[in-house]
């Protein structure tokens, strides 16, 4: 199976019925390389204008959570790589980015996230994903493509399950690909 | 300090009660900014040429900018005090820089779960203009008020 770079990410190509055989499957776990911390939680926080006492008050941060904890939607931040290092590293392939099919186009659809403890500053998160659903091919205004659904499970260092996520991404060829421009 | 109104308590909240909207006027800076603070950097969030190869007019926020829209209007609205224990977003639309977004929710059910969590469900959207951009259903966790344990 082809592997193309889209954007940083390892995209592999090939067809729905490999795909399908995926289906089930695990990925190896994956560790965070930055632990959950307050300078990042502000940076992201002033980005979205959130002045929720949890990222910005200690005393009343301490009282309810016992100290400072992360925005919900940072989840997956915590997860994501530094895009340079000045040695190897092993790198991050999403399910929905390994999953061989025709499209090498991302875009992410819906997302369904139970939290089940509070993600604290000082956790280092890890995470599993598993691969439940592809799609029959789909068009929609932007692309022929697959629907993928996966679910991940996210851990902090003490091995407690904090937050799980079923995702919909849709690997797409672009319409204007599709009109005969080879690339 | 904060921009997040008084806390709120399960019992004064009343199912249909319509969350105060939140209106944020977005720009290139904070879509920039948001991208790098959260390290999604996935082409469409940042690089307009690969944007406009998969169709798009310009790079567009990604789903950490939609779930954030929906946790600020639930938890502005409620108080630091209350856990988002569940939020499902379906995006429909993209939503660019200079956009006008607004959320807005109103709340759809009061409940004890079956773990004696006294909970809220709030039902989302977030829209620019004319265009739905995003379906949402969010699940607090709200304290009690002691009210009720005080003496008259």
Not at chain 1, 69 to 81: N, R, V
Not at chain 2, 120 to 142: D, K
Request: glycine share 8%; aromatic share 10%.
């Amino acid at each position: 199976m082809e592997q193309t770079r889209v954007s940083g990410f390892l995209v592999t190509i090939g067809t729905e019925e490999e795909a399908r055989k995926m289906i089930g499957s695990h990925s190896e776990p994956w560790e965070g390389e930055l632990e959950v911390n307050l300078p990042m939680i502000r940076y992201y926080c002033s980005s979205v204008q959130d002045g929720n006492s949890s990222y910005w008050d200690e005393d009343f941060a301490q009282r309810q959570w016992g100290g400072f904890i992360s925005p919900p939607a940072m989840l997956f931040s915590w997860l994501l790589p530094l895009g340079w290092h000045p040695y190897p590293t092993a790198e991050l392939e999403p399910m929905a980015m390994k999953v061989p099919l025709p499209g090498s186009s991302p875009i992410n659809i819906s997302s369904d996230t139970e939290f089940l403890q509070p993600v604290r500053v000082g956790d280092r998160l890890s995470f599993i994903e598993q691969l439940l659903d592809i799609s029959p091919e789909k068009t929609n205004p932007l692309g022929v493509g697959h629907f993928i659904t996966t679910v991940g499970e996210y851990r902090n260092q003490h091995d407690e399950l904090v937050a799980r996520e079923t995702n919909i991404l849709f690997r797409f060829t672009p319409h204007s690909d599709q009109e005969g421009a080879a690339q | 300090m904060t921009t997040e109104a008084p806390q709120r308590y399960w019992q004064d909240i009343e199912e249909g009660e319509v969350l105060p909207p939140l209106i944020m006027q977005t720009d290139l800076k904070q879509a920039i900014a948001h991208v790098a603070s959260g390290r999604d950097f996935m082409g469409g969030h940042y690089d307009p040429t690969y944007a406009r190869e998969q169709g798009q007019p310009d790079i567009y926020f990604n789903t950490f900018f939609y779930q954030s829209l929906v946790d600020r209007l639930a938890l502005d609205w409620a108080g630091p005090d209350c856990f988002l224990a569940r939020r499902k977003i379906s995006m429909r639309a993209s939503i660019y820089a200079g956009d006008l977004v607004k959320a807005e929710g109103r709340v759809t059910r009061r409940y004890v779960n079956d773990h004696g969590k006294h909970a809220v469900e709030l039902e989302v959207t977030l829209g620019v203009g004319g265009r739905l951009c995003c379906n949402a259903n969010a699940t607090l966790y709200i304290p009690l008020s002691d009210l009720a344990a005080t003496p008259a």
